[in-house]
């Protein structure tokens, strides 16, 4: 008698996102646009990567400094702007 054992999309799958990815992301996980998984995996990664975690603190707090900018508004020059310096921040 055979068994199945494709129960795995029940298992709870996280992405695992690398620095790069992470970043990528960081604005889409703010706006919760992200799905279960891929959020998931950001909250993960954000808790165990420390350079990400610090990254995320600069971004929420550039964010929250904008005040009467909405989030997805977020202009394209702040972005870049904080994303050189992570960059740079990460480079050897
Ligand atoms: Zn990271």
Redesign the pocket.
């Known amino acids: 008698m055979k068994r199945f054992i494709s129960q795995t999309r029940a298992v709870n799958v996280v992405k695992r996102f690398t620095?790069d990815e992470?970043v990528e992301s960081l604005t889409a996980y703010l706006e919760g646009a992200l799905d279960q998984p891929a959020h998931e995996g950001v909250r993960a990664?954000l808790a165990c990567?420390e350079?990400?975690g610090r990254y995320f603190e600069q971004f929420s707090a550039t964010i929250g400094a904008l005040g009467d900018q909405p989030q997805e508004k977020l202009p394209a020059g702040v972005r870049d702007r904080l994303m050189s310096a992570f960059r740079e921040r990460h480079r050897p």
Do not use: E, F, K, S
């Open positions: 620095c992470l990664h990567c350079g990400c």
